[in-house]
């Protein structure tokens, strides 16, 4: 099952186990369950504090990872591709390895009370997806009345049908939806533990000024916040989720000196380099208002106030919605912003991409893969993806073009998407599709709006800087795909998140404190 490099990858990670873990296989013959048997066979053979043994579970095919402590982590399926990461992990955990968390999230976790049966649906493509099973794993690793089980929606396809998932991740608690998409372990806990929020709020009062705070987790906002740390400064970074929108991206071939990697392993490196650093990271926090009262002050969206010398806006941006009639009525129960993480959920169904430029194009082309056909919908009179993925798309039987067409509604029973309308802007007349899933690739926009009557912005809403990073208002600073940069890529963002921070330490060794406080006031 596990290839040798594999093999001896994972027995290097299991000398930290301290003490055992037993993998309790359900399978029966079919050929996923015999994958799983010789997983979990092949784990075994690495680690004399590893066992496996079969019995019938609530799930065929299922593998439950356990501990001396009465802890119970499930895998439904075959925890390959993203999930791998989360079976090891589990492991790790399940046999006493010490997690990475804060002793206040351990104790927090542990004094969580009543029981908690989590059950997490994926797509082995989804690049997003491990990220909430580790966090509910390492809950369930801390906590014995908390489980959790990681479901492969395309294995599991009636289940999926049942409850009606059209979008991963899709976390249920209890028998009920509990949440869809991106969560991290904070916000979980502030679900779970209602006074964890206030908490929070409290204690991101009491800190000091700094001189540089970073608002943003992105590429740009890991940049700034490394090269600010470095040149000695008190330096904060505030982001709604560390590593932003790169963490929804899977191949990155054009991250130079990088040959390949994945959005998910280099935001995960952008995290730990940053923490390297004497850097206050507060993650898990959204900026909601900007403004001057001696020192700059963020107001976060649990109503703490942080202030800074300087500050450094790389909010970055997000998908931009079509914004006609039902898209957000359908939003999660089949329109869909990402194909990699959705895509497996419409095996085998009618879908539509809407957005004819690189991205659209090559959703199409994945999708097409899986899927029965996919309908492409442009704007445009002519396609903007570049030459070979117009040709590729072509050359699939099951993907049809067309342009000028501008999407006017979202059609579906009021459980999931049925079809959509369109009309022909050459023509003017309406045409409608059937089908079952639609994603949406028309670009991007600016998460900027909080920012309004603050700084200056294009009408688009990106924030304009000069040529060292300085908004229209001294002493703050922008960097990203937020800004009215002209390319939003990692590596440009990247580089504009250096230059603001250099730009913020000139502005900083320029003014005295005192100058900078009359200045902010």
């Keep these: ?25 359900s399978a029966d013959a079919s050929p996923k369950a015999q994958e799983l048997v010789h997983l979990a066979e092949d784990i075994a053979s690495l680690s004399d504090l590893v066992s496996v043994k079969s019995e019938s579970g609530e799930r065929t095919p299922s593998m439950k990872v356990t501990g001396v402590r009465g802890t119970s982590i ?32 351990i104790a927090q976790i542990r004094e969580l009370p009543g029981e908690y049966k989590f059950e997490t649906y994926v797509s082995l493509s989804c690049q997003n997806c491990p990220d909430v099973v580790q966090a509910l794993n390492m809950m369930a690793a801390i906590n014995p009345n908390i489980t959790n089980v990681m479901i492969d929606g395309a ?29 991290s372990l904070a916000e979980i806990l502030n679900r779970l533990d209602t006074g964890a929020e206030a908490r929070q709020a409290e204690a991101l009062a009491e800190k000091e000024a700094f001189e540089v705070l970073v608002v943003g987790g992105g590429p740009a906002g890991a940049s700034a916040a490394i090269y600010a740390a470095r040149k000695g400064l008190r330096t904060g970074v505030l982001a709604d989720k560390f590593g932003g929108q790169v963490s929804e991206t899977v191949g990155i071939e054009n991250f130079i000196s990088v040959k390949s990697t994945e959005g998910s392993k280099l935001v995960a490196n952008l995290e730990a380099h ?12 959204k900026a909601v208002a900007l403004r001057k009262n001696g020192l700059f002050e963020v107001e976060l969206a649990n109503g703490a106030v942080l202030k800074s010398r300087t500050v450094l806006l790389a909010t970055g941006a997000r998908w931009r919605e079509m914004n006609v009639p039902g898209e957000q009525q359908y939003r999660g129960k089949g329109v869909a912003y990402c194909p990699h993480c959705d895509g497996p959920l419409f095996r085998g169904k ?21 899927v029965e056909h996919v ?62 899933g639609i994603f949406v690739q028309i670009g991007l926009v600016p998460n900027s709006e909080w920012l309004k009557d603050t700084i200056e912005l294009t009408p688009r809403g990106e924030i304009i800087v000069d040529g060292q990073g300085q908004t229209s208002q001294p002493g703050v600073f922008a960097a990203g795909d937020v800004t ?13 998140g250096a230059t603001a921070s250099l730009g913020a330490f000139d502005y900083l060794i320029r003014n005295s404190e005192e100058e900078v406080t009359e200045v902010a006031a």
């Design 1 to 25: 099952m596990l290839d040798a490099n594999l093999k001896n990858q994972l027995q290097t990670y299991l000398q930290n186990l301290k003490s055992p873990v037993e993998l309790i296989v």
């Design 74 to 105: 499930s895998f439904a399926g075959l925890p390959m591709g993203h999930e791998f990461t989360s079976l090891v992990l589990a492991l790790l955990h399940s046999g006493g390895h010490p997690i990475k968390l804060t002793e206040e999230q």
């Design 155 to 183: 294995l599991f396809q009636q289940e999926v049908t049942e409850r009606n998932i059209m979008a991963v991740p899709s976390v249920y608690l209890n028998g009920e939806l509990f949440s869809q998409g991106r969560i």
């Design 274 to 285: 940053v923490r390297d650093y004497d850097v206050d990271v507060m993650d898990n926090n």
């Design 350 to 370: 009618k879908v539509a991409v809407i957005g004819g430029g690189n991205s659209g194009i090559e959703a199409a082309i994945d999708l097409a893969n899986i």
């Design 375 to 436: 309908t492409v919908l442009e704007f445009d009179s002519k396609l903007r993806a570049d030459e070979v993925l117009q040709r590729k798309a072509n050359s699939m039987g099951n993907i049809t073009i067309i342009t000028q067409a501008m999407t006017t509604e979202v059609l579906g029973n009021g459980k999931q998407v049925t079809g959509l309308n369109y009309t022909d802007r050459a023509t003017g007349d309406s045409h409608h599709v059937e089908l079952a």
């Design 484 to 496: 009215n940069s002209a390319y939003k890529q990692i590596i440009i963002a990247m580089g504009s």
